[in-house]
């Protein structure tokens, strides 16, 4: 028995023993080099009863015709069927009243049909059924083509009727040539306007003044009367203009006949030139008919 106790201590002291070092290892702090990862966090499940399957990606679509639909697909034709029908409806339009663009020209054909008394509408450079109806009036009164066009032959028609209600009458051509040789060699001042001294535009209202005839006072002004002529068209006493100082009509003078014409130039006063010189051919601008006895022109 003392025997049995003897062992039975000992194996409770080996025990003891034994236990001891798990104890500690439990109780003491891990302790390591490297750092501490954060815990991931674990998504929540979409669905406990079924997990949810993805979508399925759509099919490719053709890119030229299966994303369109099908009145975008056949647009190109009937774009053309739209646009045949909308050239066919101006045209019908067009042949009703002969619209033309807007131009200076209709709108100094709608002036001059105010003047003449054949329409009373106000000048916008565009064909309507009142300038159209005007020009009907007034080709069938002077015996032209009565199509309410704004042709070469009515304008040039036009122009001319309203110049003779308008332009300078009873003064002849002559009479302003002889008038501007007698201020031969006054000299040139600019901005004069009397015979101690002229400018270009200054001597030729001058002349004009002195056979009773109204010029206004500037260059660009006075190319802005009358009517327009070609150099084979011009008469004694038509306006020559020139472009020399400043563009446009910055120099006139009074056409004498043969090719020549008086004015005031700035390096020797009232002179006679000629339209050949070289100076003045290059410089060549344009004319003007200002007198109603030089005549109708016609081409």
């Avoid at 409770?12 to 750092?35: E, Y």
């Avoid at 006949?257 to 070289?278: I, N, P, T």
Wanted: aromatic share 8%; net charge positive; glycine share 6%.
């Amino acid at each position: 028995m003392k025997m049995k106790k003897k062992l039975a201590s000992v194996l409770t002291v080996i025990m003891l023993a034994c236990s001891l070092p798990w104890q500690a290892q439990a109780a003491a702090p891990i302790v390591s080099n490297k750092p501490h990862k954060a815990p991931v966090a674990t998504p929540p499940a979409v669905s406990e009863a079924r997990p949810v399957k993805a979508a399925p990606e759509p099919a490719a679509v053709k890119t030229d015709t299966a994303a369109k639909p099908a009145a975008e697909v056949k647009a190109p034709k009937q774009a053309k069927k739209t646009a045949k029908k909308k050239s066919k409806k101006t045209k019908e339009k067009q042949s009703k009243v002969q619209v033309q663009q807007s131009n200076w020209r209709l709108k100094v054909a709608q002036q001059k049909l105010q003047v003449l008394g054949f329409s009373d509408e106000r000048p916008s450079g565009r064909m309507t059924e009142a300038t159209s109806t005007a020009l009907k009036s007034f080709q069938k009164q002077h015996k032209l083509n009565t199509d309410g066009e704004l042709n070469d032959a009515t304008y040039q028609k036009l122009t001319w009727e309203a110049f003779a209600k308008e332009g300078i009458p009873k003064v002849k051509g002559k009479e302003i040539v002889s008038r501007a040789a007698k201020y031969k060699g006054v000299p040139y001042v600019f901005g004069g306007t009397t015979t101690k001294g002229f400018d270009c535009s200054g001597y030729v209202q001058y002349v004009f003044k002195d056979c009773k005839a109204k010029l206004p006072r500037l260059a660009d002004e006075q190319a802005l009367q009358g009517i327009f002529v070609t150099q084979k068209q011009l008469r004694p006493g038509d306006l020559v203009f020139f472009t020399t100082y400043a563009a446009g009509a910055s120099h006139v003078g009074i056409y004498a006949g043969d090719g020549q014409f008086w004015s005031a130039s700035s390096s020797k006063g009232v002179m006679l030139s000629s339209l050949k010189d070289d100076y003045w051919k290059q410089r060549y601008y344009g004319a003007r008919r200002v007198l109603i006895t030089n005549g109708e022109v016609y081409k």
